[in-house]
């Protein structure tokens, strides 16, 4: 490995303080918005900044609620003035069916953070056009998906609903999937704003956190992709942080994102997440959700004893029109409820699958299978029949149905409490695979049966599962239920053994060492078994990478071994050592770090070259396919700031996904903006590049670093 010094003088002042994003001001939907306003009654004002959740219950005699669509929400609108009812829907993977409206299934996408993996800002572009595509179909104008919140806690319950552990990727790849939503005239949600990075006790702990470690790691992602994708609302979140409820935090809401951000949409309450009248609607806080208690006529009345100013009133209800205006919503409302085009959506969800897929692990090639394999055993729960899925508020119900009959209602209040499984077969998909093979299936609730099949078959394969969901985290990070045992019991017994993992979030993998190949498939969506096995047989080069690390134990991440915090405050102690940046301080070695991936081809990197100016840092170097078959590199570009800032040893400033024939060699260029190198100065309360000297790491993973330079900011 090369190390060259340059010496890149680059003409940023030594505290230099970035412009923060405005959006320009008086533009035509806010003129719109602001003159609706001025034609709205009192009552009409209040009626439009808070909701009631359809699907949750029955609401009566709520006005209008017999129009409603039975989504997550429901806003009447004003027919006098045109402006539609707003109905909400839930989220990542895919248009939910909270309420079991009929002909609520729509397409299940793999789970966010499946998508992540693919780095692929096309893809997160192609979730949210097809989410967005299915929900306004079904009528909604609507969408709460977005969570562009930091996986902290490996094991929180919800983190398959986001991006992984690092703030840069997380928001640029949610704005991308915002914008393209609203491409399709359904309002985009960022969420769950801030510092909701745990199940345990969500609606009650606060998040004990510095300035700076809040600014550059969890609400930087927001700070990214506000502007980036013009996103018209931002859900607040169930948790305090620093002793406040976000949903009323002035500093939150006010200072940080309408003030520095520049935030023009609206900002509405998680479901149950507003707390008062008077203070929420002072600190920012635009719209109640889900029961009406705070701004109806408590609201109401707080205008008229003048303790909100009717200018607060007018300001929310503004913000929620210019979104409506903003996406399309108010000139061309859905005409829904409509049902969606499952053919298109089968499509776009397998083509996502094969971009999720992460192979984490491949001795001695065992993947990719040959055809001509003589025999096959196919192990795990259920993978005759599905794949799973998340739970909670995300929870799709996929076309066809469940592949196996739920233990619960899973369209019922808040979404499913128990596991989902898509109908898409592993076993039908790996025999379509190798139609000349003899594949034979056991569930492995008998690990002494499986391992007897494996040892009668050429190559076992077990599809292993960890569920995950909204409401609760997992105790560990294990694979439950004797996984872990079957999985030992059937790689003793057949030595060319590969493992699918169907999960949620980060594991150990205190057996990966007993077994040839583990490919990571996340919940991979309702057209997920033939992806894997497209994954498995080689049609599809895995080019997934981890957006969250895979520790060796619970004792050697950020969290420790502890139980999940259940106490009122929950100290962010870690500061800024979050996910990987943890790992390098610490010096203490992943199992799979962040950003490993393999693939069934070969990658050379050379030839960088760092090259600075005014605007920021430009990394180029080459990257070449030196094995046999075509693929998919996602080069990453991490950076290492002065020693005298006090920051991690690096932060991920860059990445690029290159596809690249047997042979071929491509120049990459990563540009890095200036604000990728800066640091929170609480102080002076701004952004500032340090000046010093900077290291450049160029590699394949966060740890297979392939290329070194330096640059020096004066
Ligand atoms: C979740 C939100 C969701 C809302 C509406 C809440 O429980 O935290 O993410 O959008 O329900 O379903």
Not at 27 to 35: F, I, L, N, T, V
Not at 214 to 230: D, T
Not at 236 to 254: F, H, M, P, Q, W
Request: aromatic share 6%; glycine share 10%.
């Amino acid at each position: 490995m090369r190390i060259r010094v340059t010496s890149v003088l680059l003409a940023f002042a030594a505290a230099l303080v970035l412009a923060s994003p405005a959006a320009a001001r008086g533009s035509s939907p806010d003129r719109r918005a602001a003159e609706l306003v001025s034609q709205l009654t009192l009552d009409e004002k209040i009626q439009l900044v808070h909701g009631i959740g359809v699907c949750m219950f029955t609401p009566g005699d709520y006005p209008g609620s017999e129009r409603s669509l039975k989504g997550a929400g429901f806003i009447p609108g004003i027919p006098r003035l045109g402006i539609p009812d707003i109905n909400y829907t839930d989220a990542g993977a895919g248009v939910t069916n909270c309420g079991a409206r009929p002909n609520g299934q729509s397409t299940m996408l793999p789970s966010p953070l499946a998508r992540a993996s693919s780095w692929d800002p096309a893809v997160a572009s192609a979730a949210g056009d097809l989410i967005g595509r299915e929900a306004r179909v079904q009528g909604f104008t609507g969408l709460l998906g977005g969570v562009s919140e930091l996986i902290r806690e490996p094991r929180w319950g919800r983190s398959f609903e986001t991006l992984g552990e690092d703030p840069l990727l997380n928001g640029e790849l949610v704005a991308h999937e915002v914008r393209a939503v609203q491409g399709r005239k359904v309002v985009g949600t960022l969420k769950h704003y801030a510092a909701n990075n745990q199940e345990t006790r969500r609606q009650e702990h606060s998040v004990e956190i510095d300035e700076r470690t809040l600014r550059e790691l969890h609400l930087l992602p927001y700070e990214i992709a506000v502007p980036a994708s013009g996103a018209q609302s931002v859900m607040c979140s169930y948790n305090r942080v620093n002793g406040t409820y976000a949903c009323e935090n002035d500093y939150l809401l006010k200072r940080v994102l309408k003030g520095d951000i520049g935030f023009k949409g609206q900002i509405q309450s998680d479901w149950g997440a507003t707390h008062s009248t008077v203070p929420a609607a002072l600190a920012g806080l635009d719209e109640e959700e889900f029961l009406s208690q705070f701004f109806s006529q408590p609201l109401k009345d707080a205008v008229l004893a003048g303790d909100v100013p009717m200018s607060r009133l007018d300001d929310m209800v503004r913000r929620k029109l210019r979104g409506l205006i903003a996406v399309g919503v108010l000139d061309d409302p859905p005409s829904g409820p409509g049902s969606i085009d499952v053919a298109a959506g089968a499509r776009v969800t397998e083509r996502l699958a094969r971009r999720s897929m992460v192979l984490l692990k491949n001795r001695r090639g065992l993947l990719p299978l040959r055809r001509s394999v003589g025999s096959i055993a196919v192990i795990g729960e259920h993978a005759d029949v599905g794949v799973l899925s998340g739970g909670g508020s995300s929870q799709v119900t996929p076309p066809g149905g469940p592949a196996v009959p739920p233990t619960c209602d899973p369209e019922g209040p808040g979404g499913s409490r128990c596991p989902v499984w898509a109908p898409s077969s592993p076993l039908e998909a790996i025999r379509d695979e190798a139609p000349g093979a003899d594949v034979r299936f056991a569930d492995g609730s008998d690990p002494a049966a499986a391992a007897a099949l494996a040892r009668d078959s050429d190559v076992a394969i077990v599809f292993a599962n960890e569920w995950r969901h909204e409401f609760e985290d997992r105790p560990d990070l294990a694979l439950p239920n004797g996984q872990e045992d079957l999985i030992r019991q059937v790689a003793t017994a057949n030595g060319k053994t590969a493992v699918v993992l169907e999960n949620g979030g980060p594991l150990t993998t205190p057996w990966a060492g007993d077994v040839r190949a583990v490919l990571e498939a996340w919940y991979p969506g309702s057209r997920g078994a033939p992806a894997i096995a497209d994954v498995l047989f080689g049609d599809t080069n895995p080019s997934g990478k981890l957006t969250v690390t895979f520790p060796r134990s619970l004792a050697d991440t950020p969290v420790g071994d502890g139980p999940v915090s259940e106490a009122d405050e929950v100290p962010y102690d870690e500061r800024l050592l979050v996910g990987y940046r943890w790992y390098d301080a610490k010096g203490i070695a992943p199992r799979f770090e962040f950003g490993h991936g393999l693939s069934y081809t070969r990658w050379r990197y050379s030839n960088e070259r760092v090259a600075g100016g005014r605007r920021g840092v430009r990394v180029s170097f080459d990257v070449k396919n030196t094995g046999r078959r075509p693929g998919a590199e996602v080069a990453q570009v991490y950076v290492g700031l002065p020693e005298s800032a006090g920051e991690p040893p690096k932060r991920l400033a860059g990445w690029a996904r290159v596809s690249l024939r047997p042979g071929q060699r491509r120049r990459v260029s990563v540009p890095i903006a200036a604000k990728r190198l800066a640091i929170w100065d609480a102080a002076r309360d701004r952004w500032k590049v340090p000046s010093g000297r900077y290291k450049v790491y160029v590699g394949s993973s966060s740890r297979d670093i392939r290329l070194r330079d330096r640059f020096a900011v004066r």
